[in-house]
């Protein structure tokens, strides 16, 4: 399978995502739902932590894509919905010292979403992923 990014100059060039990607013999397609900061009887984890329900989110989802036979590199899109978009941006987004699931320059499209509620009043962050491999 052949990836490309696509990010057009006449367009904004956004430093955490890509504009399009183009997917050539896409072989197998997976579609991730949403994952929350909840433990196995879905309570939620770290309450009121945005930083540490995130990384919670992004372990699972890394759990979920090895169960797919993929890897976060064959990630092709991203929806991220967060309850407050400023401490998410501040927190997480741009803040230098947070760990980055991508190689620079080669993030997937993406989309950031702030909503009033999620599944539980206590999440502040779901992510869901499409991704695409070989495997």
Known sequence: MKTKTHNPKE??????????????????????????????????LFVGDVVKQYYEVMRQLEITLQACGATWD???MRRVYVRDMD?????????????????????????LVEVSRLSHRD???EIDLVACNQA
């Open 87 to 111: 401490e998410f941006l501040n927190k997480i987004q741009t803040a230098p010292e947070q760990k980055h699931f991508w190689n620079i320059g080669s993030y997937p499209p993406s989309t």
């Open 74 to 76: 064959d990630v092709v």
């Open 11 to 44: 367009l904004f060039h956004h430093p955490v995502y890509s504009r399009a990607v183009s997917i050539a013999n896409p072989g197998h397609m997976h579609f991730i739902a949403g994952h929350t900061p909840a433990d196995q009887d879905y309570k939620p």
């Open 123 to 125: 999440f502040l962050v």
